[in-house]
Structures are given as structure tokens and as C-alpha cells.
């Protein structure tokens, strides 16, 4: 009866030993911050696993698809492209993507500064509006003060020159 009772202790301690581990994989599950090489534009990409599948998520900024990875003993990759991480664990390399492993509250933190500059763009969208029947040359003028305030992805068809 000893032995039984300290081969299932032995078996279960083995057992919570090997899937604690995880695998090298679960290294690149993460966010990470890279610049679009054609807009040039900041975008935030993540790794994560659903169950036993690794997914891979371009832009979580704008909800893009989520992307299924497959493994294999060289690494992850995704239609035959690698996807690797440096030796410190912190940068992506994915086709055109090199980007930087950030925290969750680097997310939280650029959600907040996206909502408070589409809060920016409605008001000053609204504002523009309330101010179109200003004469030609104080309207240009407005138009320039106005053009410094606007957020970089903000765009206010409204605020154009007069010509």
C-alpha cells in the first residue's frame, strides 16, 4: 500500500511538473507595438492561445482577425512564414512586422489616448461645422488654428481652405 500511495504521488507530481512547463511557444504569447511599413501608423499585434490552437492577431487597435498559427519543432509560422523572437524574448519578428513586446496596460493605456482624441476630433468636427458661415479670410485663419489641434488620425472633411 506505501509503494502504491508513493507511486501516485511521484506520478502525480510528474504530471503537474510537465504540463506547468509549458512549451517554448507560450515564450511569444504577448503584445507587441510596430509601425505599419505603408501608413506608417502605430499598430499593436498579439499572440495568444485558444485551447491547444496559437493565434495571431495583427492589429487588435482595429479588431482585425484573428489568424491561426501552426507549430512545428522550428518555431510558429504562418503560411510558411517564420515567426521568431529575439534571444530576449521582448521583439517580433513577422514578415514585415519587428515589433516590441509591450505590457497589457501599454493596450490600456493607448486605448484611452485613441478615445479621448476621437472625443477631440467629434468636438472639433462639430465645431468646424458651427463656424462655417464665417467670411473667406476668417475662415481660413480658423481653419489654420483648427488644423493644429486635430488629432493625427482625425480627419474633418470640413475644415478646408476657401478659396
Excluded at 76 to 94: M, V
Excluded at 95 to 111: C, H, M, Q, V, Y
Amino acid at each position: 500500500m506505501k509503494i502504491k500511495a508513493t507511486l501516485l504521488a511521484a506520478l502525480t507530481a510528474l504530471t503537474v511538473l510537465l504540463t506547468g512547463c509549458g512549451n517554448d511557444h507560450d515564450k511569444a504569447i504577448g503584445l507587441y507595438k510596430y509601425d505599419n511599413k505603408f501608413t506608417g501608423s502605430e499598430r499593436i499585434a498579439e499572440i495568444k492561445k485558444d485551447g491547444d490552437t496559437y493565434l495571431f492577431i495583427e492589429n487588435v487597435l482595429n479588431n482585425t482577425d484573428a489568424m491561426a498559427l501552426r507549430e512545428s519543432d522550428e518555431g510558429l509560422s504562418y503560411q510558411d512564414t517564420p515567426l521568431k523572437l529575439s534571444e530576449d524574448g521582448n521583439t517580433l519578428y513577422f514578415g514585415p512586422i519587428n515589433g516590441t513586446r509591450i505590457t497589457s496596460e501599454d493596450l490600456k493605456a493607448k486605448l484611452a489616448a485613441i478615445e479621448k482624441d476621437e472625443k477631440i476630433c467629434k468636438e472639433l468636427r462639430a465645431e468646424v461645422i458651427a463656424n462655417q458661415s464665417l467670411k473667406k479670410d476668417e475662415w481660413n485663419e480658423y481653419v489654420k488654428e483648427v488644423s493644429k489641434k486635430i488629432p493625427e488620425d482625425c480627419r474633418i472633411n470640413e475644415a478646408s481652405m476657401a478659396w
